[in-house]
């Protein structure tokens, strides 16, 4: 018999007619081609069997689908003039909230100066005042020592 004619998967999977196992069972005999095709087979299907069952996947994804484009930041960091331009947007950025950082700061520390400069000013005018009164005092001590000398020298009467 031809070993084209003997279906050897439909004997091995058991979905061969009685018949056609009876004619497949007297050509494995004679046949050890077709035997080792048959243990192929058996090996297949013992090694399938012994796979845990799992559900199909409910889809195919295609290589078209959404599913394989790049997330948009993947996008963004692929392209080199938008990274760099995030870049310089982000140092300009900086250095506008710097310079307003600065800005603010100075502003601070001119209040302060303004601050202790209108202090020191209070401070020396009152002890200013004071110096004055005592200058007057001692001008007029002064004045009086060198009127009583002028009179003690009689020079000058009153």
Same mark, same amino acid.
């Given at each position: 018999?031809?070993?084209?004619? #003997?279906? #050897?998967?439909?004997?091995?999977?058991?979905?061969?007619?009685?018949?056609?196992?009876?004619?497949?069972?007297?050509?494995?005999?004679?046949?050890? =081609?077709?035997? =080792?095709?048959?243990?192929? $087979?058996?090996?297949?299907?013992?090694? $399938?069997?012994? $796979?845990?069952?799992?559900?199909?996947?409910?889809?195919?994804?295609?290589?078209?689908?959404?599913?394989?484009?790049?997330?948009?930041?993947?996008?963004?960091?692929?392209?080199?003039?938008?990274?760099?331009?995030?870049?310089?947007?982000?140092?300009?950025?900086?250095?506008?909230?710097?310079?307003?950082?600065?800005?603010?700061?100075?502003?601070?520390? +001119?209040?302060?100066?303004?601050?202790?400069?209108?202090?020191?000013?209070?401070?020396? =005018?009152?002890?200013?005042?004071?110096?004055?009164?005592?200058? +007057?005092?001692?001008? #007029?001590?002064?004045?009086?020592?060198?009127?009583?000398?002028?009179?003690?020298?009689?020079?000058?009467?009153?």
């Amino acid at each position: 018999m031809d070993c084209q004619a #003997i279906d #050897i998967k439909a004997y091995a999977l058991n979905e061969a007619s009685p018949a056609g196992r009876r004619e497949a069972e007297l050509h494995l005999k004679n046949c050890a =081609e077709c035997r =080792e095709e048959l243990a192929r $087979l058996q090996f297949v299907q013992a090694a $399938l069997g012994g $796979l845990r069952e799992e559900d199909p996947p409910r889809r195919i994804a295609f290589v078209s689908d959404k599913v394989f484009e790049p997330n948009w930041w993947q996008r963004f960091w692929a392209s080199g003039p938008r990274v760099g331009f995030a870049a310089a947007a982000l140092l300009s950025a900086a250095i506008l909230i710097h310079a307003a950082a600065v800005t603010q700061s100075e502003a601070r520390q +001119d209040a302060k100066v303004q601050a202790l400069l209108e202090a020191t000013e209070k401070k020396y =005018e009152g002890q200013s005042e004071a110096l004055k009164a005592v200058l +007057d005092q001692l001008d #007029i001590q002064n004045k009086r020592d060198r009127m009583a000398m002028i009179q003690n020298a009689g020079l000058v009467k009153y």
